[in-house]
């Protein structure tokens, strides 16, 4: 990227490279790009790269994410919650249950869910089971709606519904380690 484009990578480009390769199973390529990269991978980079070892039960390089993400937010539960799940995976359950135990016993608590859309310049939030915006019914009335109608299409046509989906499944992914 420096040589033919004179561009000096930024955090965010290494972010998506991590994503993608991820994404595609490249777990090991991953790390070697967040170990190479030319400043600290903060808390998307391990996070992305933590999830991807969740898709893959990685389950060493996923205790490598969660305590790089310990390192820089001990307080986020989520990395403890994503390796509690790769060992749930993994029939690992005694360590399954220590991070869970862990995470009740510091009293930390998930951040809930959420969503924003940008609409005519302005930005609206939404957090997982809140009614607080002012247009929630109208927004909840029009998402019932939607989802009658997929279901409606679905039923009647299950097989062009999933046809029309995009498909995106790596032809071999690669080993992590």
Same mark, same amino acid.
């Given at each position: 990227?420096?040589?033919?484009? =004179?561009? $000096?990578?930024?955090?965010?480009? *290494?972010?998506?490279?991590?994503?993608?390769?991820?994404? %595609? +199973?490249?777990? @090991? /390529?991953?790390?070697?790009?967040?170990?190479?990269?030319?400043?600290?991978?903060?808390?998307?980079?391990?996070?992305?790269?933590?999830?991807?070892?969740?898709?893959?039960?990685?389950?060493?390089?996923?205790?490598?994410?969660?305590?790089?993400?310990?390192?820089?937010?001990?307080?986020?539960?989520? =990395?403890? $919650?994503?390796?509690?799940?790769? *060992?749930?995976?993994?029939?690992?359950?005694?360590?399954? %249950? +220590?991070?869970? @135990? /862990?995470?009740?016993?510091?009293?930390?608590?998930?951040?809930?869910?959420?969503?924003?859309?940008?609409?005519?310049?302005?930005?609206?939030?939404?957090?997982?089971?809140?009614?607080?915006?002012?247009?929630?019914?109208?927004?909840?009335?029009?998402?019932?709606?939607?989802?009658?109608?997929?279901?409606?299409? $679905?039923?009647?046509?299950?097989?062009?519904?999933?046809?029309?989906?995009?498909?995106?499944?790596?032809?071999?992914?690669?080993?992590?380690?």
């Amino acid at each position: 990227m420096e040589k033919v484009f =004179g561009l $000096v990578p930024k955090i965010e480009h *290494y972010g998506c490279m991590v994503d993608l390769l991820g994404r %595609m +199973g490249c777990l @090991k /390529e991953a790390y070697d790009l967040i170990m190479g990269m030319l400043m600290e991978a903060n808390e998307i980079i391990w996070g992305s790269f933590l999830s991807a070892c969740r898709v893959y039960n990685n389950v060493e390089l996923g205790e490598v994410a969660a305590r790089r993400l310990l390192e820089l937010d001990p307080r986020d539960p989520w =990395g403890r $919650v994503m390796l509690s799940n790769i *060992y749930a995976e993994e029939a690992k359950y005694d360590r399954s %249950m +220590g991070l869970r @135990k /862990e995470i009740k016993e510091k009293g930390l608590k998930k951040s809930p869910g959420c969503s924003s859309i940008e609409i005519n310049g302005s930005v609206h939030g939404f957090l997982v089971e809140d009614n607080s915006h002012p247009c929630y019914n109208e927004i909840n009335s029009m998402l019932e709606k939607i989802e009658k109608l997929m279901k409606h299409i $679905v039923v009647l046509n299950p097989i062009s519904f999933t046809m029309a989906l995009p498909t995106i499944t790596p032809s071999a992914p690669h080993s992590a380690t």
